[in-house]
């Protein structure tokens, strides 16, 4: 048995579980007018409601006893001090210096890392400013009109889910494009209506030698150049985003252009970095510098706050909660808003490679289960593709459903009904329907019929948490993203295991560097098992010339 299973507070969550797994919130929350008051938190404006969970104060005591026991305070500290604590590389993770808007120092290996997160801040600020107002001008002499970020994963998803979340902040006169699969249909279908003269090129990779971004870099370097006939364009057009200035010069973006991060910043955790430098563009550098606040504040928050108070760690400890205790395999991510409709996809990358994991700090392999499937779309499309699952299916899914009170736009009636879905899907997860509402509700003879009255019956009990906040703001969102990081730390801590590296991605693509060359001979395949050979050959044999 692990030290994490075998240890007191487990034990205690394990007994506490056999006494109220099948407690009842709908009656929680009749004997307790002030179960939302108990568990709900607020920062800001930002509304935290898991009172819809199946909880009550002891449980919460005995998570927090978990996290204590698992060290968190000390790790939490680890993190923001500069601490190697993503130790199979080697790494320090300082993601939160890049949006440290206190500017205390920040030390990594003896340095305060600040200057130079200042320094690059206040390059990207001019250079927004200047493609912004027109005053960069394409090699032609004309402003530029489109950004075409090209990047994968964490360069890609982060400035692209946030890039649609803050759309109403954009500028009407600069569009900015997300180009990431190796598919060339993404990269065709965004070039086809642009116009070389007035693109620019910003292309995002931590290494610099992702195949997929540098396939896509090259070809939109090749499309570029079709058009402008001469290399000395590329100066214009061509900006780069890296930790790595040699592999940006060796594929020929000048490193003048080359906006630096650092191997202290993961991937998944880098659009606070230069990565969120095709955000700026679209939203300019005041409003992403107040991305980085409301991040900043989150931060504070985590840091700082006790643990029956703060709202990353509660959302970390629940999630632990079902996981662990109630086995659910999956995690829902629900915004009642449609700009953060990548929101989940880019928590999908965030919790699953960080926390999808079976070897512990120490080497052993794990006896728990460790991160959930993370997985939704915005509501109310949800409702009408998932949501029969979440409330009839046989597995349990806990949700996490956010709204905004406000939206940019104006048609107020659209909002009502979306705010009144928001609210009525977890209410009608956690009461459910039983039999005897069902047959209040139905004609004497359709209440004669068992299948149906049995078919309309909701068991409910089904967990959720609520986020309420006045508007999509660069702040709110900042603030947001942040607590699930954290949230996603602190699981990482309590199952103890590197949520930092992401060494489950290599194998896939050192094989597909195998096949590569073997796709491009005219000779059979017979080198891999008979489904892998058969299926090159096949793929060989359909190919057109
Ligand atoms: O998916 C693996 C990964 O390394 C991610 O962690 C990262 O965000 C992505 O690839 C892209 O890497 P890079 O920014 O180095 O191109």
Known sequence: MSSLTNSKAWTALKTHFQHIQNDSMRDAFRRDPDRFKKFSLQLNDIIFDYSKNRINEETVALLVELAESQGLK???????????????????????????????????????????????????????????SGAWKGHTGKAITDIVSIGIGGSGLGPKMVSAALNPYGSDTLKVHYVSNVDQTDLVEVLKPLNAETTLFVV???????????????????????????????????VAISTHAENVANFGIDTDNMFEFWDWVGGRYSLWSSVGLSIALQIGMDNFEELLQGAHEADLHFRHTPFANNIPVIMALLGVWYNNFFDADSHAVIPYDQSMRFFSDYMQQGDMESNGKSIDLDGNRVDYSTGPIIWGQPGTNGQHA???????????????????????????????????????????????????????????????????????VFDGNKPSNSFLFKKMTPRT???????????????????????????????????????????????SVASHDCSTNALINAYKHYREA
Not at 88 to 105: G, I, K
Not at 219 to 234: G, P, T, V
Not at 404 to 433: C, K, R, T, V
């Open 74 to 132: 000390q790790k939490i500290e680890a993190m923001f001090s500069g601490e190697m604590i993503n130790t199979t590389e080697r790494r320090a993770v300082l993601h939160t210096a890049l949006r440290n808007r206190s500017n205390d120092p920040v030390y990594f290996a003896g340095k305060d890392v600040m200057p130079d997160v200042n320094r690059v801040l206040a390059k990207m600020r001019v250079f927004c400013d200047q493609v912004r």
């Open 204 to 238: 995002a990779s931590k290494v610099f030698n992702t195949q997929e971004t540098m396939m896509n870099a090259k070809s939109a370097k090749n499309w570029f150049l079709k058009q402008a006939q001469s290399e000395d364009a590329i100066a214009k057009h061509f």
């Open 386 to 456: 998932f949501f029969q699952l979440i409330h009839q299916g046989t597995k349990l899914i806990p949700c996490d459903f956010m709204a905004p009170a406000n939206s940019h736009y104006d048609l107020p009636e659209h909002h009502d009904i979306l705010i009144s879905n928001f609210l009525a899907q977890p209410e009608a997860l956690m009461n459910g329907l039983t039999e005897d509402e069902v047959k209040a509700r139905l004609s004497p003879e359709d209440r004669a019929d068992p299948v149906l009255v049995a078919s309309k």
């Open 477 to 523: 969102l900042g603030s947001l993203i942040a607590f699930y990081e954290h949230k996603i730390f602190t699981q990482g801590v309590i199952w103890n295991i590197n949520s930092f590296d992401q060494m489950g991605v290599e194998l896939g693509k050192v094989l597909a560097k195998v096949i590569l060359p073997e796709l491009k001979s005219n000779e």
